[in-house]
């Protein structure tokens, strides 16, 4: 009979860049609702959601009960604009996407001419309240900077609370042919009950179950780890999931988030 395990998704995202655009990205989603200043809803709203790296944007409308999302948004820092008439226009000007995760942005309108403008603070919340999903996300900047033996990505897991050095004589965890580490152990589960993914692909022996390849750290923007009640999508195993999102440099250019 299998014991039970607390399942934990470890979301590794990579956004491959060879040009100006980025393919197979793993991405977020940013919803909200939209009220007027009494907190009565606001219907049909248009809501603009620009990528303020690329200009990208996307647009929607709340529906009856004043809500949006905007789904499969690649991560980035983002300017969010709500427009209904007879309101002054809301805007969240620095709203940041991490991997893998559904950020909540709600507007309170304020009467007045379209052309007014009310800047909308986006503090980010202590906790997620938008899924049930229990995930911590380590960024760039740490993912870059942080000294590493071997170079090798699997390391970064040991960030994840929860996360133990594995032991050297591990089924997956024993360093092998200078590639490090294929898997990692945390909150109790096996070194086999991980999965990977990069770009929302899976990375995993299919036989084994260890990660098939170790990209360059280069590659590796950001990741993150969702501990337990994650969404269906990633219902392969009942261990941790890696989701990486890759970034492609040319080395003598400047690096492009």
């Known amino acids: 009979m299998l014991s039970k395990r607390i399942a934990i998704l470890l979301v590794l995202v990579a956004a491959l860049l060879a040009t100006s655009s980025a393919l197979a990205q793993s991405t977020a989603t940013v919803q909200g609702t939209v009220t007027d200043s009494k907190g009565a809803v606001l219907p049909n709203a248009t809501v603009i959601v620009k990528n303020r790296s690329t200009s990208s944007e996307r647009t929607t409308q709340t529906d009856s009960n004043g809500n949006y999302q905007v789904a499969a948004l690649p991560v980035g820092v983002y300017s969010i604009e709500v427009r209904a008439q007879g309101f002054k226009t809301g805007l969240a000007d620095q709203v940041t996407l991490e991997v893998a995760k559904t950020l909540v942005q709600n507007f309170q309108m304020d009467v007045g001419a379209i052309s007014e403008q009310v800047l909308v603070s986006s503090d980010v919340p202590v906790i997620e309240t938008a899924t049930t999903s229990v995930g911590t996300v380590i960024n760039q900047r740490t993912v870059q900077e942080i000294p590493l033996n071997g170079r090798h990505f699997v390391d970064l897991g040991l960030l994840i609370p929860g996360s ?29 009950t991980v999965n990977f993914m990069i770009n929302g692909i899976n990375l995993n022996d299919m036989v084994q179950n260890q990660i098939t ?45």
Not at 166 to 173: A, H
Not at 174 to 187: C, D, K, V, Y
């Open 164 to 192: 133990v050095t594995p032991p050297q004589n591990g089924f997956l965890t024993a360093p092998l042919r200078g590639q490090g580490s294929f898997a990692i152990n945390t909150a109790g589960n096996r070194e086999d």
């Open 213 to 257: 390849f170790q990209p360059s750290i280069n590659t590796v923007q950001e990741f993150k780890a969702d501990n337990s009640t994650f969404s269906a999508e990633y219902g392969r195993n009942s261990g941790d999931r890696e989701h990486r999102h890759a970034l492609r440099f040319e080395r003598l250019s400047r690096r492009t988030l």
